[in-house]
């Protein structure tokens, strides 16, 4: 063979063999395109968008955390939403709790329509509604529990119940918790959801999503829904989540921990009206959350009584930073009207009793007693003002 030009060396250096090796951390396969030994025969993998090794590797963590047999990693938390409607027939029905993340009802509301399908919202904590609701044939239910942000619980093992046995597949958003908490599969869920932005993640450093089932028939349909509109993570990106998922049990019970600590404390100051968390004692749903969960999670709310007051309550912090999402590892601070649930219409808070002077707490891993003396003092400026 004749010598190489240095414009083909330069694209195609010399290989490498792959030594016999079994590296503790999978490697990151970040290619588009895998070489075929032959034309004929093909490869286990061809092109990332239908599959890569990092992906799959991710893959396979998360059905395993969440007990599925097939899980699939996508671009975000609402391409997993999206990829899961995609489940629903033209002229098909969705039935959905009443209080879910604001992205979620933008698409159920302002997309999903575009196709004939009806979406119907009801108050999943009462089963009586739901029940009602599902005598119109319904093809999926997609509910929270707890939900983001007012913490309500919603009897997952009786609304699967009641879903199943009128025809309907039920999917949880359970980014709120995490697999270290709750385990919606083992609850009777068909699908879980998550934001991998979120817990999974951890960090604040990547935007995923993430559906998980033991459905045979729902994981085939995914799958192709996924290869098709090409919604599948990229390698770097499944790489940074599946890093996540190694630290997320230790992660989870430390700001679980923490937020214990805090919402109890954020009760009993003067300066606050209400806290909004299953950890509390007088939380409504408290027993049953407890009945299908392992913990209350490590986000929090409180509404202070005035717009004005919770937004200086916002500001006045500075370990805990103002910015929307949960479940980093650093504390996180914000009003959900005006931020994660901004894109909701002024009717729909109404209708969700959802109060524009929330104040909603995602606890990080910092020092908990560090993280309390700078809420503490936001909070102590609020009602000095107050009193004046």
């Not at 029905?93 to 575009?114: E, M, N, W």
């Not at 033991?214 to 192709?224: H, K, N, Q, T, Y």
């Not at 600590?261 to 100051?269: D, G, N, P, S, T």
Request: some cysteine.
């Amino acid at each position: 063979m004749s010598k190489r030009t240095i414009d083909t060396l330069a694209v195609h250096a010399p290989e490498v063999p792959i030594p016999r090796a079994s590296p503790v951390v999978p490697p990151l396969y970040q290619t588009a395109t895998f070489r075929a030994d032959s034309v004929l025969e093909g490869a286990d993998y061809d092109y990332t968008r239908s599959g890569n090794p990092t992906r799959d590797a991710l893959q396979a963590q998360l059905a395993a955390l969440e007990g599925g047999s097939h899980a699939f990693a996508v671009s975000s938390g609402m391409a997993a939403v999206g990829t899961l409607l995609r489940l629903v027939p033209a002229g098909g029905r969705v039935l959905a709790g009443l209080d879910l993340y604001g992205g979620s009802h933008r698409l159920l509301h302002r997309v999903l329509d575009r196709y004939g399908i009806e979406v119907a919202v009801v108050d999943t904590t009462d089963l009586a509604a739901v029940e009602q609701s599902l005598r119109t044939p319904t093809n999926w239910v997609i509910v929270e529990s707890p939900t983001n942000p007012l913490a309500e619980i919603t009897d997952l093992r009786g609304l699967c119940t009641l879903a199943h046995a009128a025809g309907a597949k039920v999917a949880v958003d359970n980014s709120l918790m995490s697999p270290v908490l709750q385990q919606p599969l083992d609850l009777g869920a068909d699908v879980v959801l998550h934001s991998a932005t979120k817990f999974l993640g951890g960090h604040c450093d990547v935007i995923g999503g993430a559906l998980i089932t033991r459905d045979e028939a729902v994981a085939e349909e995914l799958a192709f829904l996924v290869n098709a509109e090409g919604s599948g993570l990229a390698p770097f990106d499944c790489w940074l989540v599946s890093r996540g998922l190694k630290t997320l049990a230790l992660r989870v019970r430390a700001q679980q921990a923490s937020a214990r600590i805090l919402a109890e404390r954020v009760a009993a100051h003067p300066a606050v009206e209400r806290v909004f968390y299953a950890g509390l004692a007088d939380h409504a749903g408290r027993a049953l959350h407890l009945s299908q969960a392992r913990g209350p999670g490590a986000v929090f709310a409180f509404t202070t009584g005035d717009v004005a007051r919770s937004a200086r309550v916002v500001d006045g912090t500075a370990l805990l930073h103002t910015a929307v999402s949960f479940g980093g590892v650093a504390s996180g601070i914000g009003l959900p009207c005006r931020m994660s649930h901004a894109s909701l219409p002024p009717a729909v808070r109404e209708q969700r009793a959802l109060p524009a002077d929330l104040v909603r707490v995602s606890v990080g891993i910092e020092d908990t007693e560090e993280l309390w003396s700078d809420l503490c003092r936001a909070l102590d400026a609020v009602r000095l003002k107050r009193a004046v």
